[in-house]
């Protein structure tokens, strides 16, 4: 229909691209959250996903809500550099936003392999010598250290908040996503922090849970839910925070609203 209407008018009408016809997980979350960054594609794929568990928006929202409670327990306990990776697409109270409150000479970095994420989050978030997105993968972390970005932005010498927030179940275990966490953190120093929130299976309905995973098969990344004791085999090396790696709407609720629905779990380490 708008491309009916852009020939009406006298527009080119350009035919979608490969990353336009492909669900991509990013958008989809976008979707999930009530964004609007999201073609045709992403759409019709996460309604998929709420005709099988019909309370992942509330469950996204709450993701986003640990995400949050979790940076500014960081900023409390005095990290001012930020490592968002998998950060996605912008939406309301993305890191830089929510540190920039409390303690605004803090640095930020965010990553993500997705290169239409990453073009969204160049135009839209802030371009200053505190604040940069870089285009790099989880799976070689080596790469992602060594980017001049990051390295112009972080001083791994000093304590460094490492946000891996609903990214990991995207990294199959066939790509070794214990290795490459287990890297960055030997990359930072005693004092930093690791912020994981994980999609699980457990508790969830055989059937559907195969349903979904399905969905995201034909999308630009697998989905992998893993148990509570995979998901705290990241946290290795860490001391955990109380109240433990819990339920995402679990972990420290404050006076944002209560969104009791979590399809994950959620937990902050502090290297030793």
Not at 116 to 128: G, Q, S
Not at 175 to 189: G, I, K, Q
């Amino acid at each position: 229909m708008q491309a009916r209407r852009r020939r009406a008018r006298g527009v080119p009408v350009t035919p979608p691209t490969d990353a336009e016809q492909r669900p991509n997980v990013a958008r989809m979350y976008d979707y999930f959250l009530g964004g609007c960054h999201n073609f045709a594609a992403d759409r019709a794929a996460a309604e998929q996903i709420l005709s099988i568990f019909p309370d992942t928006g509330v469950a996204a929202q709450a993701n986003r809500h640990f995400l949050r409670r979790a940076v500014r327990f960081a900023v409390e306990r005095g990290v001012r550099q930020f490592l968002d990776i998998g950060a996605g697409l912008p939406t309301q109270g993305n890191v830089h936003e929510i540190v920039s409150q409390v303690a605004p000479d803090s640095r930020v970095v965010y990553v993500d392999v997705d290169e239409v994420a990453v073009a969204y989050a160049r135009r839209l978030l802030p371009t200053d010598d505190r604040t940069v997105v870089v285009r790099a993968d989880l799976r070689r972390p080596d790469e992602l250290l060594a980017h001049p970005d990051v390295r112009s932005v972080l001083d791994l010498d000093r304590p460094v908040a490492v946000l891996l927030v609903a990214v990991l179940h995207f990294v199959t275990d066939a790509e070794d996503p214990y290795a490459a966490v287990a890297r960055l953190r030997d990359a930072t120093v005693p004092g930093s922090l690791l912020v994981v929130s994980h999609l699980t299976s457990d508790g969830a309905p055989p059937l559907p849970a195969q349903r979904g995973t399905a969905v995201y098969q034909r999308s630009s990344a697998p989905l992998v839910p893993r148990t509570h004791a995979d998901i705290l085999r990241f946290l290795d090396g860490y001391d955990l925070v109380e109240p433990g790696l819990v339920r995402v709407a679990e972990w420290r609720p404050d006076g944002e609203p209560q969104q009791r629905v979590s399809h994950g779990y959620g937990g902050v380490g502090v290297r030793r």
